[in-house]
């Protein structure tokens, strides 16, 4: 497999693999570090890629991974999981003010949420992963991936709800 080739089907998922890093790690350069790591794990084993029925699933799964025996690791004790802030440039102050708000209360949320609920929330709702792909990444069946983002999707509402109508966690 040449340079060109491994790139093509590498690069369109770049991106979703350091999103996911960064979700688990906190830090962008750890995020990096990890990603970076997932693609030369993947440049090493080029000859073996078209093996995989979905590279790109295998790769989520290798950062997953990767990020997990990092955070056990024991340079990474202060490592927690939390959700990234996006931030909408064009809309007016106090609206973004607002809406950074709610993105700080979901995330908030979200960190108070089971390890696997935070997985799943993660590849389905923001990395945007069919409930297929999900369940093979994570090892479940397909059920149960569903039962865990309604239970997960469930928490953020009412929190959130408590939240917007007591102005309480």
């Known amino acids: 497999m040449t340079q060109t080739e491994f790139l093509n089907i590498v690069m369109p998922f770049k991106d979703k693999v350091f999103r996911l890093a960064k979700r688990l790690l906190v830090s962008t350069e750890e995020a990096e570090d990890a990603t970076q790591e997932v693609l030369m794990k993947l440049w090493n084993n080029k000859s073996k890629i078209g093996e995989y029925k979905n590279v790109e699933a295998f790769s989520m799964t290798m950062t997953k991974n990767f990020c997990f025996d990092k955070l056990k690791s024991k340079q990474a004790q202060n490592l ?9 440039k064009q809309t007016p102050l106090q609206k973004q003010v607002e809406l950074n708000d709610s993105v700080n209360w979901v995330a908030k949320i979200i960190e108070d ?3 696997q609920q935070k997985m799943i929330i993660q590849l389905r ?11 093979k990444m994570l090892d479940m069946n397909n059920t149960a991936v569903r039962v865990n983002l309604s239970r997960a999707r469930k928490t953020i509402r009412e ?6 109508s007591y102005g309480i966690k």
Not at 125 to 135: G, H, K, L, T, V
Not at 159 to 164: R, Y
């Open 80 to 88: 927690k999981i939390v959700h990234s802030n996006y931030e909408d």
């Open 113 to 115: 949420l089971p390890e």
């Open 125 to 135: 709702d923001i990395e945007e992963y069919d409930f297929d792909e999900i369940a």
């Open 159 to 164: 929190k959130l709800t408590n939240t917007h």
